[in-house]
């Protein structure tokens, strides 16, 4: 087979549940539903497609804006894939980790999130990663503000602030899938995406399949990465 380039972090805001439940006059927490279902293939599908590193965009700190019942419905879910589905992640061979701040999340959820990261600790073929309560403003500030009140002297390196990320040995995004139609980053890797490749489709979260996925991947492939050099 021909060797195709593949992103090695493949990063994807999950965009359009509300829209693909609001077409089909369902409640929109039947779409986060529909979008949950969708995201436990493409954990298959990636891992299948060779990448290393899968983040996902399912709650940003932002979020917690909409109204009480989505909010809880969607922590609800969150809770009910951690203690249905961490076993079918874990035999897939990934690992999963949170990304975000853990105030805000309710204790039991995150209980299970520690639980969960501990459980599939040792697996090393995939790291699927959810950020939850994510902000790439927040993640900035955490860093800024943890560094500061270890070294307030020195002045601040690149290298210092990426150690102090929530999660410091995850390569930047290669490719930042974008669903819906919406042409914009909404604060999810903000310093991490400087170099990123975006690719956007009007597909709702919940219909975006095998099929879409290959198409994003041939599209990257196809790209040249300068990082602010010359054509190679
Ligand atoms: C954006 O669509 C989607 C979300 C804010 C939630 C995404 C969450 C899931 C797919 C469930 C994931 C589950 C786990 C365990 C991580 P939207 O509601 O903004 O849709 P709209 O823009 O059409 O209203």
């Not at 995201?39 to 599908?45: G, I, K, T, W």
């Not at 939850?132 to 002045?155: C, M």
């Amino acid at each position: 087979m021909a060797d195709i380039k593949i992103p090695k972090h493949l990063a994807i805001i999950l965009d359009g549940n509300g829209r693909w439940a609001k077409r089909r006059n369902l409640p929109r927490l039947m779409g986060h539903r529909a979008g949950l279902r969708k995201l436990e293939d493409m954990v298959r599908l990636v891992k299948r497609e060779g990448i290393r590193y899968f983040s996902v965009y399912a709650f940003s700190t932002e979020n917690w804006n909409r109204p009480v019942m989505e909010v809880t419905g969607l922590m609800r879910l969150f809770d009910y894939y951690l203690r249905r589905k961490v076993d079918e992640v874990k035999a897939e061979g990934a690992r999963i980790r949170f990304c975000g701040r853990k105030d805000r999340i309710p204790d039991e959820l995150r209980e299970r999130m520690l639980w969960a990261e501990d459980y599939t600790k040792d697996e090393k073929i995939l790291d699927f990663i959810l950020c939850i309560n994510y902000g790439g403003r927040a993640e900035i500030l955490d860093a800024v503000n943890s560094i500061i009140a270890e070294k307030p002297q020195s002045p601040i390196t690149e290298q210092d602030l990426r150690n102090h990320f929530y999660l410091p040995d995850v390569p930047d995004p290669d490719l930042i899938i974008r669903t819906s139609g919406e042409l914009r980053l909404s604060n999810f890797w903000l310093w991490e995406s400087a170099y990123s490749e975006y690719y956007f489709t009007d597909i709702h979260w919940p219909d975006f399949g095998e099929a879409e996925l290959k198409k994003a991947l041939a599209d990257y492939a196809g790209r040249e990465r300068r990082y602010g050099g010359l054509k190679s």
